[in-house]
């Protein structure tokens, strides 16, 4: 009976890992968000702190780049956090959920009634225009999960 | 003679072998024809016989033995399946837990999965539903605008969200 004994108890044990798993998942994950400000005129160029971001910053058509803002929290599932633009506006951003590699953000602009669902990898960013441009110039936010 | 040739041998008929038609033609001959008479007499007293002998020889058999003979045929092992009582000349067969006892003894890999599979069963389903769930894997972008007009790129960094003049200027 000993091996019957030492399979009941591995079965207990997994059993008993599950919901420990849950409670780690509801937590919240590791996230970054940055404020970008980006302008059709100046010298072009990428400030250094957002060099990570080239690739999705060179495929828009503003060629000036600054970080105007960095948040560096965990974020809890559902639970709306307010981000504070320079000219006065704000943006909301909720975790909705993440897997095991995906994180699902939700990104409001309550001024332009704009609303974003957006799932990404573990290994991705996120970079959604927030303003319209005015003045030759936008503001972004950038949305990195497990940063 | 020609209609004894037809009618002989539906004497033997077993019940719903002949049809209504034959039956009652069988028996308007019957009525008049008195050899055919003696023969269904005759096929009467023979069927009677062989089945009083074969129920008199079923009576004759004693069936009390059967199964004790069936028991002695059987391996030993599959009906006395304790290992330490393989000494002792016991022919008493174990009860319903008694077997499944001895059932767990000797199929000890079998128990043991038996009791696994529901846990790995939640597992597994577990892991599935952690990886997959009911949303897109790898990339997924919804926007909606009621100002603005949302346009999304996909680079090898992630999705880069656009937000160009509405229609209305905004």
Same mark, same amino acid.
């Given at each position: 009976?000993?091996?019957?004994?030492?399979?009941?108890?591995?079965?207990?044990?997994?059993?008993?890992?599950?919901?420990?798993?849950?409670?780690?998942?509801?937590?919240?994950?590791?996230?970054?968000?940055?404020?970008?400000?980006?302008?059709?005129?100046?010298?072009?160029?990428?400030?250094?702190?957002?060099?990570?971001?080239?690739?999705?910053?060179?495929?828009?058509?503003?060629?000036?780049?600054?970080?105007?803002?960095?948040?560096?929290?965990?974020?809890?599932? !559902?639970?709306?956090?307010?981000?504070?633009?320079?000219?006065? =506006?704000?943006?909301?951003?909720?975790?909705? =959920?993440?897997?095991?590699?995906?994180?699902?953000?939700?990104?409001?602009?309550?001024?332009?009634?704009?609303?974003?669902?957006?799932?990404?990898?573990?290994? !991705?960013?996120? *970079?959604?225009?927030?303003?319209? =441009?005015?003045?030759?110039?936008?503001?972004? *936010?950038?949305?990195?999960?497990?940063? | 003679?020609? @209609?004894?040739?037809?009618?002989?041998?539906?004497?033997?008929?077993? &019940?719903?072998?002949?049809?209504?038609?034959?039956?009652?033609?069988?028996?308007? /001959?019957?009525?008049?024809?008195?050899?055919?008479?003696?023969?269904?007499?005759?096929?009467?007293?023979?069927?009677?016989?062989?089945?009083?002998?074969?129920?008199?020889?079923?009576?004759?058999?004693?069936?009390?033995?059967?199964?004790?003979?069936?028991?002695?045929?059987?391996?030993?092992?599959?009906?006395?399946?304790?290992?330490?009582?393989?000494?002792?000349?016991?022919?008493? &067969?174990?009860?319903?837990?008694?077997?499944?006892?001895?059932?767990?003894?000797? /199929?000890?890999?079998?128990?043991?999965?038996?009791?696994?599979? &529901?846990?790995?069963?939640?597992?597994?389903?577990?892991?599935?539903? @952690?990886?997959?769930?009911?949303?897109?894997?790898?990339?997924?972008? #919804?926007?909606?605008?009621?100002?603005?007009?949302?346009?999304?790129? #996909?680079?090898? #960094?992630?999705?880069?969200?656009?937000?160009?003049?509405?229609?209305?200027?905004?």
């Amino acid at each position: 009976m000993t091996r019957l004994t030492k399979a009941v108890a591995l079965a207990a044990g997994l059993w008993s890992l599950a919901p420990a798993a849950a409670a780690a998942a509801d937590s919240g994950i590791p996230v970054r968000i940055r404020v970008l400000k980006g302008s059709r005129q100046g010298p072009p160029g990428v400030a250094p702190v957002l060099r990570d971001l080239q690739a999705q910053l060179s495929a828009t058509a503003y060629v000036h780049w600054e970080q105007a803002g960095d948040l560096n929290a965990p974020m809890k599932f !559902k639970q709306p956090v307010s981000v504070a633009l320079p000219d006065g =506006e704000k943006v909301v951003v909720t975790l909705l =959920e993440s897997r095991k590699d995906t994180a699902t953000f939700e990104v409001q602009v309550p001024s332009s009634r704009t609303q974003s669902r957006l799932t990404i990898a573990k290994d !991705k960013r996120i *970079v959604h225009q927030v303003t319209a =441009e005015k003045g030759g110039e936008a503001y972004f *936010v950038t949305i990195r999960p497990w940063p | 003679m020609s @209609d004894c040739t037809i009618y002989a041998p539906m004497l033997t008929a077993r &019940p719903g072998e002949l049809s209504g038609d034959e039956a009652s033609r069988l028996h308007v /001959h019957l009525a008049g024809c008195a050899a055919c008479q003696a023969r269904l007499a005759d096929e009467r007293a023979v069927d009677g016989l062989v089945a009083d002998g074969l129920a008199r020889a079923a009576a004759r058999r004693d069936f009390s033995e059967f199964s004790t003979q069936v028991m002695a045929r059987l391996p030993v092992a599959a009906w006395r399946p304790d290992p330490s009582d393989r000494g002792l000349p016991t022919a008493e &067969p174990l009860g319903a837990l008694g077997r499944l006892r001895a059932w767990l003894r000797r /199929h000890k890999l079998a128990a043991a999965a038996s009791a696994l599979a &529901p846990a790995l069963a939640a597992v597994a389903l577990y892991v599935y539903l @952690d990886n997959t769930g009911s949303g897109p894997a790898e990339f997924a972008v #919804d926007v909606a605008s009621e100002t603005l007009a949302p346009m999304v790129l #996909d680079t090898s #960094d992630g999705p880069l969200v656009l937000l160009g003049e509405g229609s209305d200027g905004a």
